[in-house]
């Protein structure tokens, strides 16, 4: 049999497409949507009404740590890519552009919070001191995933597209119920100190957002209130997918429908 060609959609190439591909890309950027964005492209510095004191905390050697973990991070990247050019890697997944996001994220944890990612959350790897040779270990397919999560807190790598946002907020409400023992435990003892409070942080993209995973795990954290921060990277293309397809208005604006404050923030 000869070769054939999978139909293409009625929209393709169509007056229609092109209309509202340029409707969800000026939505996108509605001025009505704001962006959280501390520092402009020309490197000015900016200022937020509500971030900005957080920025204030951050002294000139915590800056300096934040980039050299960048630098470091993006090095990393682009070694790694040449090896999997090279045919020394099996696979791997750049981070590319998504240095600052990364690393000011994982900054932000504490040590008792529990992070799961996708597969390019190197840099958080990074700031959670999981040893970066375990990644390429695991990208050249010689170890049974890698590290130790109970080490570090940072979950393996997942591979299947928002198979891990079950997960965390699952984790998440076990410790929800921790902590209210917990704190049952401490009241029922004077003296005794409190234990740290802990959340989950769960990474995934914006093709990943449109997964049924991503769905029933908000109405789930919602539901229940759960300690767990979606933190969606929108490069914009969902591996092949535009993001002007995947959505028509702004990712962070998801949140509302079930229940809980996001924000979009210029990563």
Same mark, same amino acid.
């Given at each position: 049999?000869?070769?054939?060609?999978?139909?293409?959609?009625?929209?393709?190439?169509? %007056?229609?497409?092109?209309?509202?591909?340029?409707?969800?890309?000026?939505?996108?950027?509605?001025?009505?949507?704001?962006?959280?964005?501390?520092?402009? $492209?020309?490197?000015?510095?900016?200022?937020?009404?509500?971030?900005?004191?957080? &920025?204030?905390?951050?002294?000139? %050697? @915590?800056?300096?740590?934040?980039?050299?973990?960048?630098? @470091?991070?993006?090095?990393?990247?682009?070694?790694?890519?040449?090896?999997?050019?090279?045919?020394?890697? #099996?696979?791997?997944? $750049?981070?590319?552009? !998504?240095?600052?996001?990364?690393? +000011?994220?994982?900054?932000?944890?504490?040590?008792?919070?529990? /992070?799961?990612?996708?597969?390019?959350?190197?840099?958080?790897?990074?700031?959670?001191?999981?040893?970066?040779?375990?990644?390429?270990?695991?990208?050249?397919?010689?170890?049974?995933?890698?590290?130790?999560? =109970?080490?570090?807190?940072?979950?393996?790598?997942?591979?299947?597209?928002?198979?891990?946002?079950?997960?965390?907020?699952?984790?998440?409400?076990?410790?929800?119920?921790?902590? @209210?023992?917990?704190?049952?435990?401490? %009241? &029922?003892?004077?003296?005794?100190?409190?234990?740290? =409070?802990?959340?989950?942080?769960?990474?995934?993209?914006?093709?990943?957002?449109?997964? +049924?995973?991503?769905?029933? #795990?908000?109405?789930? &954290?919602? #539901?229940? =209130?759960?300690?767990?921060?979606?933190?969606?990277?929108?490069?914009?293309?969902? /591996? #092949?997918?535009?993001?002007?397809? !995947?959505?028509? /208005?702004?990712?962070?604006?998801? &949140? @509302? +429908?079930?229940?809980?404050? +996001? /924000?979009?923030?210029?990563?």
């Amino acid at each position: 049999m000869g070769a054939t060609h999978l139909p293409s959609t009625e929209f393709d190439g169509t %007056e229609l497409d092109d209309q509202l591909e340029a409707e969800a890309e000026a939505r996108q950027g509605d001025p009505a949507e704001p962006m959280i964005q501390l520092l402009a $492209p020309d490197g000015t510095l900016g200022s937020d009404p509500l971030f900005s004191a957080y &920025a204030d905390r951050l002294d000139a %050697e @915590k800056l300096r740590g934040f980039y050299a973990d960048m630098a @470091k991070i993006r090095r990393f990247d682009v070694e790694s890519t040449a090896l999997q050019r090279q045919g020394q890697l #099996s696979l791997w997944v $750049p981070l590319t552009g !998504q240095e600052a996001a990364q690393i +000011g994220s994982g900054r932000a944890s504490q040590p008792q919070d529990y /992070i799961f990612p996708t597969y390019r959350e190197h840099g958080v790897a990074l700031t959670r001191n999981v040893d970066l040779a375990e990644l390429l270990r695991q990208f050249r397919g010689v170890s049974n995933g890698g590290w130790n999560p =109970k080490d570090t807190n940072f979950h393996l790598y997942t591979l299947v597209l928002a198979a891990q946002t079950p997960h965390a907020v699952g984790y998440a409400m076990g410790i929800q119920r921790d902590q @209210k023992l917990a704190a049952a435990a401490a %009241e &029922a003892v004077p003296g005794q100190p409190a234990e740290p =409070k802990a959340a989950v942080m769960v990474y995934f993209g914006d093709g990943a957002s449109s997964e +049924g995973d991503v769905h029933e #795990s908000m109405v789930f &954290a919602s #539901s229940y =209130k759960a300690p767990v921060v979606f933190f969606c990277q929108n490069n914009h293309w969902a /591996i #092949s997918v535009p993001s002007s397809v !995947q959505t028509r /208005i702004p990712l962070s604006n998801r &949140a @509302k +429908g079930y229940g809980f404050p +996001g /924000i979009r923030v210029d990563g």
